[in-house]
Every structure is written in C-alpha cells, then in structure tokens.
C-alpha cells in the first residue's frame, strides 16, 4: 500500500499544495506515523460538536459459551439414553440433527470438540495462552462419554460427523484392507496435528475442516470444493472423514474400545438372524467367527512375536525418519519459510511485489535474526518429529499386531472402535419384535428370543 | 419385500418414481446454481471491480487534464457501475449459496427416499471370502502404507534443502538502508525547497527530485553499513563525539550567533520532556532521549530541519521496574547519552532499561539490566565498536563493565569490577594500534580489552564521586576530579606521569588537543594545561559555572557555561577568546558538530546554529 | 460367565482404567494451564501495516475486519489523506476524488474547516487504503479493527494466518477492542 503512494509521487499535476505535503510525508516510513498521533492537533470547535465514541459492537456474551457445554452435555447424555435403553434411531436422528442446527450452522463449527485438541497442545506448550475450561471441557467430555458408552458424540454432536451421516445415500462395502490401511491416517494426522499446535504454527485440523466452510456458508474456494467433495462422497462412502481423517476420531476409537457399556444391536440374546449384517454402513459389525477357520496357527504365533518385536524397530525408524524430514514438515511456519525463501534467493529482498518480504523488510528485523529464530522452529520439529514418527511407528506395528490376534465371537455385534452408536443396526434386529417378518415361517425363534 | 400385496407394491414404485423425478429435479437445480456461482466466482477473481484498471487508468488520465469534465463523468459511471457489480455479486454469492444448500438438501432428501425403497436390504449377503485370506490382505496392505508414510518421511529428509543451515550471517547486508537513504535524499531536497521557495518553485524542484529517481533506483542494491574508524570520525555518534574522545572533525563552524535575536540559529525545536543527555548524530539523523518518572522516551530529528522524524516510548521491557527509582533533579532519569553504530540507535536509562531501535524507530531488541543503586541516579553514557555496546554499570551494589552484542542485546562478556559508584563515561583509546576501553571511577582508572573484557591495566589515582570521564592523547590518559586530583597516567606502563590538584571540574570532563588540556570547572574557570607536564598555562572566568564538557573542533576549544553562554578559545598555549555568543537558554549538555553547524540541547529546546 | 470373557474383560477394565487415569493426567495437566479466559482475535493497530489481506482472506465476505474511526485522534481535516485520492481534483465527496473503493466513508461539515469522517460499516470491506492514507499523512485515527458482532471466531483466524506483521493476536474476550488511544503501543500481548 505504501507502494500506491511511491507510485503516485511524481505526480503530472504540479500546482497542488497537497504534491509538497505528500513530499514532506511520503518520506516518513508508515511506521512512524503511528507514534506520531497528532500530526494535526485536535481542533478547538467553536460549535456545540461533540466528538463521538467509536462503536464497539460487543461480541457474542461469554456467558453463552456455557450455554454451549451444556447443550452438549445434554445432547451426549440424551444420545447415551437413547442408544443403550430407549434404543431409538429414529431419536437420535432427530437429536442429531439439532446439533447440526445449532453446533454446525447456528455456532458456525467453532468451537468443536475435534479442534480443541489443538488449543489444548497450544497452552500446554504455550505460556502466553492459556486453554479456557469450555474448550478443554469440550475436548474431555466426548471422550469420557466414549469411554462409558461410546462414541456417542459421534453419533448426535459432531456437526461435521453429521452431516455426512445424512447425506448417506446407497453406502457401498469396503474391502478390510482398504479400510484398515486407510484407517492409519487419522492417527498420522492427529500426531501432525499435535506437532503443528505444538510448535504455534497452524491449527491444521481447522485449516482443512472441509465441512466448516459449508456451516458458514463461505469459505476459500478450495476449502469449500473439498466439503462438497466429501459430501459427494459421503453419499456412497459413508462417513469418510470420521473414518479415514478426522483426528479425534482417533481418540474416540481409542477410548471406545475399552468402553465400560456400548451400543448392543440386539436387546437381549442374539439368534444370529444375520440381519444386520449389511445394516451398518461403515462397516463396523462384527460377525460370529468360524471355529474352523478363525483359530490362531502356528504361523500366526511367530507372525505375532514378529509383529511385536517389531514395534521398536518401527517406532526408531519411524522417528528417525520423520525426526529427519523436520526441514520439510517445518517449512509450513511462516518465519521458516520466508527465511528459506530469502537464504536462498536473496535477490527476492528487494522485490517489492511480495507482500511478506517487503513487510519483512521494512520491519527492520534482520535476517540474522529470522534465520535464528527460524533455526530455533526447526529444532522443535526436529525434536517432536522424533516423538511423531515413533508414534507413527508404533500404530502401524499395533495394527499389524492386531490383524494376528484372532477373538472367538459367536453373535453380531457393534465394533466398539469403529462404532459411531448411530444406531441404525438397531432397528434391523427383529428381537423383541414378535410381528416381525422374519418369524413369519419360524416362529420358533420368536419364543428364543 | 417380504409381504407386499400387489396394491402397495404399485404404491412402492409409484412412490419410487416421485422419488426419482424430484432427485433429479433437485440434482440439475443444484448443480445449475453450483456453475452460477462458480462463474461469478471466476468473474469476480478475474475483474476484481473493486481495483478496477478501468478506473485507476481514467483517474490516471484525469490527473493529466483536471479540467475535462468528460473524464470526470466518465470516472463517477465506472465507479458507480464497479461498486453495484461488487455488491451484486455479494448478494449473489449469498443467495447462490442458500439455494444451492436448499436444492442439496431435497437431493439428498429424495436420494435417500430413493435409495431405501428400491434397496432394503432383505437378505443378507454372503460372504465371498474366507476370514484368513482377508487378514493376511490386510497386514500386506497396512505394512505398504505403513512403508509409504516412512519412505516419504525418509525421501523428504534426503531431498528438501535446508538453506537455513548454510546461511552465514557475515554474507548478509544490511537491507532496506539503502532505500532509506535514498529516500532521505529526496526530503531533505524538499525540505530546503519548501522552507526557501514559494509554491511554484517546488514544482521545478519537484521534477529535479523526479528527475534523480532512476539515480536512486541504481543505489537501491543492497549496500554494507559502513562502521569503520573514518565513517565514527566524521559522525558525532556518542557523548563527546567519536568514542567519547572530545574531538570533532567539523568544520565550517559559526563561531558566533545570538539566541535572542536568531541569528545563525538555524532551527530550534521545543523538547517537551527534559534529559540531561547529549544529542548524537548519524549521518542525517540526530538522536537524543528525555524521561520522566512516567515515560521514557527517543527521539530521532531530522538534524537539517529540525523535524522529528520519530519518537519512541521505551516501554514493555522485561525485568523493568514498574516504579522509577528515585533521582535527583540534576541527573534524571535520561542522564546518559545515546550511541548509534550506524545501523542502530542504543539508549540506556537510569532504570536500566536499555533499548536498540534501527534508524527507522523499529524497535530490535531491549533488556533491563536491573536497576542500578545510585543516589544521584545512573549517568554513565553508551559507546559502541566492533558490534559490541560498552556498558559502565557503577553501582552501590557492586560495579561492572560490560558488552552487550548490538545485534541481540545478548550480553557478549561482562567483568566485575571492584571500584565505588560513579558517574564517569567511559571512552575508547587507541592504545598499540588496539582499541581500548578505559573507564575512570574511585578509586582507579583503568583499561580492558574489549574483544575479552579482560582488564588489562588499572592505576589507583582518584577519591571522591567521580563524574568527569576521561579523555586520551599524546599517549597518556588524563583523568580528573573535584575535591581529588588530576592525574596523567601511562596506559601502556601504569605509572603515573603527573599530579596536580590546582584547578579541577566536577562534572565536566577535560579535553585534548595537540600537547594541552583543557577543563571547565562548576567554579566558572576554564583552565588549560601542559598535557607532559600539567603546567598551568592559562585561566578564564567565566560567567557561570561549567556543567557542559569542552569540545575540540576546528582547532578551537568549545564550552558552553550553564547560562548558555558559549565561549570558543584559539587551542594553544595562550588564552585567545574568539567570541562568546549567548544562547539565552540554560545549556547542561555538550554540544555536538556536523558539517558546519553545532547542535546544542539547551534545557528547553534543541538547537542548530550555523551559518545562514 | 466364561474365563474367556472374564480374562477379556478384565484386560478391557484394566485399559479403560489407564485410559481414564490419563485423560485425568491430562485435564490436571491443563488446569494448571487453563482459565476462564476466553479469548477472540484482534488487531494491533501499531503493527498493522495496511497490506490489505484482512479485506480478503477473512472466511466472511465481506471481511469481519472493518475501518474504524478513533475520533479522539482526529484532526478533522478538510484535506484528508484518508478520504481522499492521492491525485484529486477537489475535496469533495465526489467519485474521482474518493479513496474508499466502495464509498464507506462519509464526509460530513462540522464548522469551517473542520469536517468529521463516519465509516459506513455496511459499505466497508476493510481493504485499509483509508487506513494508510491517514497513517501516512493525517494522524492515523483511522485503522483496522476485527468487528467482534459480525467475526465468528474461528479457532484459528485465516488473516492470523497470512498477517505479515502479525499484528492479529487472541486476546482476552473481556477487552474486545485495540482501538488507537485507548491503549498504549505494546500494550497488548
């Protein structure tokens, strides 16, 4: 901007007394104006003039971020009752789609659960920041509740989870594999996630929230053809970001896995009628085992002692690797990049089209001190990037682990970890429903059950 | 469906058919308002109307003919026009995006209607492959992908170039100084046209300046600051000039001038705080600082017009003390004067604080050094070589010297000392063909090696509360007190040359000049001195008495009394008054010299005096 | 119950155990950390270097960010370097004499030669060529401030983000405003 007016200073129109007050001031770096406040004094009105405040428009009462935990707390505790004893879809739909309404478009996907795992690295690395109770709060909740009954939060809270889960038109089934190797990158995310927040250079996970910019009903282009690509998605992959992204999801499963109570498909005893079977649309029933089949070999023994002496040897290697891209994995800071960009192509200080350089510039930093401070940011990536690739290391080993440990099961049920207790199962399961017409020619079983 | 009459089943695919046609209906409508607002999105990107070209080109041409009524209606359409399309594809965006999300919703709606009537799932599906060969697919899989993220990880850490870890400072430049100097060219042009000119000789100036724009241009290469022995000799950078030595190589000096009338008063501006410290100067820019007990302040003067090109608040520094230590009314808190190394001004304050702006009033680094036991108040001034900053820190609670490195503030050494509080400037010698940093307090006078801190010698010769600094020449380092003694010392062998106790200063500090000394007394004598033997050779009184130290420039000695009176003497054996010109304003500082003009802080306000 | 499902379930109770004890860890952890301060985002108007970024890489469109008026500063001068185009022909309201691409800045007479500018919030997009045009020839009253009624407080601001003076900071919800004159330079944090 400073440039508009450089331009403009040989002016053609001469006879303008405005031409040599520019010269007098042109002169003065934009900087200096700021000190200088009464460069014209304030005038002595001879008139009745009062001079007005500047407005100050309050912003939303903090008070109201309260209101907030607490719908969420209600939303979980409702879905929690609907999902282990009212055993309602149909309920939790609808409670979800409030949540949409409120958490989504009303508060405009800030704060959420997801991303307030960042502001929590944040001030634990950060003194200058300091997390509040309501975003910490909103980051602990769901996961208490995914460690009681699942991931509940999930199922009616997550805006983002939501959405995707009502755009679900004809969900096609997933190969394990796929599922399984995709399912690695919310972890890998989640520990980038952490480095970046960490370190105070980018919340990521709100950056590329693909959903946030449809909630808000504006966004950058690319953001938001990324929301409408994952919602297009979404109508025949279900869920693809709660499954293959979304970082806290990662967390969830965690907690959800060793949940004290869970969603059930059935009421009472499974008679393995197979009709949830395909019910589930991410693909997160489990089915009885084949005695046969299903039994640990010997291979599979020594598969598992390799698999588990393996967990170090990934977790060493992964850190020195990721430890050993730092340059790579640092240059998303701004001050890494711009002192990047100058140390190599020093000739790019004196152009004056890029904005950050020529702000740099005037700045009066040098860049002996950039480059330090600069150095100091990739140190820490360097540093956490050991922590990150062992992490990484260690939850590919994990679930390789998991792929030899072979669990005897003799009905249908929800996978706790990749259950999001949206309940749909439920209503496919024909227990306790006598008039159901899977016992029109077996009645039989209606007594069984 | 497992029992459906035949009824209900034309319902079904009756109800399949409505689901359909509405899908579609929606999908068709969704994706026209989606290509709408892409187009307008392209649009907007493309012929952004706020910056519209259109329009910066007619004002371009307005300007050129301001008298074209044409032009002007012209301007006022196009501008009209640029805002409506802007606000109109606002509100376009906005509705596109509302409808957009309506037909989304139906689609969906409707898909999903679709969807459930035609493909309930009745029967379940049969499994396809056996449980084992799917596992054994999966860890392939999860150890490929496991492989990618590591192998990028690796490939990442051999292929990215890490500039920062070739980067050697000494190879950067000092950047955007030259812009600024270029710049600094221009003003002062238009400064001297606006002050002598009328209005219509600016326009001649003004295309003159325009003229040596692409002469500017060409100087706008990134050049090295240069900070050497002759760029400080031609500077006034410090308390009593280039490395506090009282020598200044100005010429073109006025030797007389009166503050009541104006004449050869160049410029005076008001100082609306009050310090007792010195102005310093670099180049164009002359630096001084003022506090109170509730601010502390730089100020930096355009030194041809008197202009303040910025002020600084020195505020928000670590460690700094939120209530003022007590001063008395004759020290202050800004007592110690500036230094500037070129491409940094330093200002320490008698709280500690000590800050570095860049000449553009950019704030680089500042520390406090803790605040400083004195009863008068910390007085000692800053100077500044080889990127070092030179720090006598005298106080009750223990004395140091120490460097701090002008890049960073860093402390580079730091050596205890084991003398009284003082209030004395240090000042650098070039002792051996090496400078020296020597500093005078009670009870020795001594010098350090300013590369290490080491101290290399010290000669116990004064008592008393030492305020003169002070000064080197002819080889011997002359140093003296009131109620004490002078003294010249051998800084190479330690010992001591002379003693004399007739005539001595107490706040003012002496000055060498080619084989004499001189001092000005609070008792309102100028004296001078046998610099090998301390022979008195010559006295004045003076009107008042003397708080401002004797400069030497031009051949001349020049002191100024605390009534402002300045009397200039013929340096040499003989008493020679030249003039004595009043300033009509009580004067407590040194005055400074640049190319033919004195700067002088009096109590009130800055002068330039020079010939006009 | 079978062993099986007993050993199953005691591993299950013992990882939900550990698991319980570190989310514990983890909120203990950051209450020492944390506090009922609530914080949003806003500018400094001493660093702000007028790039223009504010008026588009806001989330909103138009930006959050608007021009505000600091009228304790004012100098309420007729010849404005705020209102008006460096080159202009007249000072007065006209088109090819306004700076404000959108015209958000009125002008109104107060007693000769005094004149008092009002932003016009509606029209104004926050592009800052005002902001800099005050700054470089009037007092700097006018500058940038995030308009906290219309910000949706993004976790992570998108200006933040790209500010190159990083003069956009969180700071405590209870100040919502940096308004020139209120406050000292470097006050804030």
Known sequence: MVRLYKKHIPLKNHNNIFLGLIFLLMTVPTQIAHSQQQRFPKPEFQTEYQIPETERPNPRAPFMEYLDLFLLLAVLSLTTWLVLKKRSRKWILWVSVFSLLYFGFYRNGCICSVGSLQNLTLSLFNEGYSVSFTVLAFFVVPLLFALAVGRVFCASACPLGIIQD??????????????????????????????????????????????????????????????????????????PYCRFVCPYGALLKICSLNSKYHLSITPKDCINCKLCKDSCPFDAIDFPTDEKENRASRKDFWKFVFYAALIPVLMFVGGWAVSGSYKLLSSAHPDVYLANLLVSQPELMQNTENLDIETFMSSGKTLE????????????????????????????????????????????????????????????????????????????????? | MLNLDFEQQMNETEKIKRARQIAIIAGVFTAFVGVLLLLNYLQIKKSDPLNSLVLEKLVERLSSEPNNQHFVEEIRQVDLLMRKAY??????????????????????????????????????????????????????????SGALVIILAIMSAFFTMNHLKNYEPKKMLVHSKSDDESIEKVEIVSIRTTEKETDTVIITESTDVEVKQPEVAITQQPKVVVFNEET???????????????????????????????????WKTELPIHGYNSPVIWNEKLFLSSANTSKRVVYCYDRNSGKLLWEREVNNIQGSPATQPKTTEDTGLAAPTLTVDGEKAFAIFGNGDIIAFDLNGNRVWAINLGVPDNHYGHSSSLLTWEKKLFIQYDTHKGSKVMALSTETGKTIWETVRTNEVSWASPILA????????????????????????????????????????????????????????????????????????????????????????????????????????????????????????????????????????????????????????????????????????VYIRGIKHLFCIGVN | MSKLQSRRQ????????????????????????????????????????????????????????????????????????????????????????????????????IEEPYYEYHINEELCIGCAKCVEGCSSFGNGSLHLQIRQNICVNCNECAIARVCPSDAIKRIPADEPYLIKGGFEHGQTL
């Open chain 1, 166 to 239: 009502l755009v679900i038109v004809k969900p096609i089934k997933l190969s394990p594999w796929l599922q399984k190797s995709l399912g690695l990158f919310p972890f890998i995310y989640l520990g980038l996630a952490v480095l970046y927040a960490a370190t105070g250079t980018d919340f990521i996970i709100c950056r590329f929230d693909p959903f946030v910019g449809i909630f808000r009903m504006g966004a950058e282009f690319h953001m938001i053809v990324l929301g409408i690509s994952f919602l297009l998605i979404g109508m025949f992959v279900a869920r």
């Open chain 2, 87 to 144: 606000f109109t594809s606002l509100w376009q965006v906005r509705t596109g995006a509302y409808l957009m999300l309506f037909g989304a919703i139906v689609l969906v709606l409707s898909l999903r209607v679709y969807y459930s009537l035609r493909f309930a799932i009745d029967q379940p599906s049969a499994d396809q492959i056996k449980e084992k060969k799917k596992r054994q697919l999966t860890q392939r899989w999860i150890g490929f």
């Open chain 3, 10 to 109: 005691f591993i299950s109770g013992c990882a939900r155990y550990s698991l319980g004890l570190t989310i514990a860890g983890v909120i203990g952890f950051s209450l020492t950390n944390a506090s009922s301060q609530q914080w949003l985002w806003q500018i400094d108007p001493f660093k702000c270097t007028n790039c223009g970024r504010c008026a588009t890489h806001c989330v909103l469109n138009p930006s959050a960010v608007k021009c505000v008026h600091a009228y304790a500063l004012c100098g309420y001068c007729d010849l404005c370097g705020g209102y008006l185009k460096p080159g202009h022909i007249a000072r007065n309201t006209a088109a090819e004499n306004q700076l404000c691409p959108t015209a958000a800045i009125e002008r109104k007479l």
């Open chain 1, 369 to 449: 001190i950039l480059v330090e401070e600069a150095k100091i940011i990739q140190e820490k990536f360097r540093f956490g990037g050991w922590f990150l690739g062992a992490f990484i290391g260690l939850v590919i080993a994990l679930h390789l682990l998991n792929q030899v440990i072979f669990r005897k099961r003799s009905i249908y049920e929800a996978n706790r970890g990749d259950c999001f207790s949206c309940g749909r199962c439920m209503d496919y399961c024909p227990v306790g429903k006598p008039e159901h017409p899977f016992f029109k020619d077996k009645p039989e079983m209606v007594v069984k059950s």
């Open chain 2, 430 to 597: 070039k002792i051996d063909g090496k400078f020296q940093l020597i500093m005078l307090a009670n009870p020795n006078l001594s010098g350090y090696d300013i590369t290490t801190g080491k101290q290399l010698w010290s000669v116990d010769c004064m008592s008393g509360e030492v305020g003169p600094s002070p000064v080197y020449g002819g080889g011997l380092v002359y140093a003296t007190n009131e109620y004490a003694r002078m003294v010249a010392v051998n800084p190479k062998t330690g010992e001591k040359v002379w003693e004399d106790n007739y005539y001595l200063p107490e706040v003012s500090s002496p000055a060498y000049h080619n084989g004499y000394i001189y001092i000005a007394t609070t008792f309102a004598v100028v004296a001078c001195f046998e610099a090998t033997t301390g022979k008195l050779l010559w006295e004045f009184e003076a009107k008042n008495s003397f708080y401002s130290s004797p400069m030497i420039a031009e051949g001349k000695v020049w002191v100024f009394d605390t009534g402002g009176k300045a009397y200039i003497f013929e340096s040499g054996g003989e008493s020679k008054l030249i003039s004595s010109p009043e300033l009509g304003e009580k004067v407590f500082s040194t005055p400074v010299f640049a190319d033919g003009r």
């Open chain 2, 232 to 266: 400080v000799k031609k500077n006034h950078n410090a308390f009593r000039g280039s490395w506090g030595n009282a020598v200044s190589s100005s010429t073109n000096l006025p030797t007389s001038w009166d503050g009541a009338t104006g004449k050869n008063i160049l």
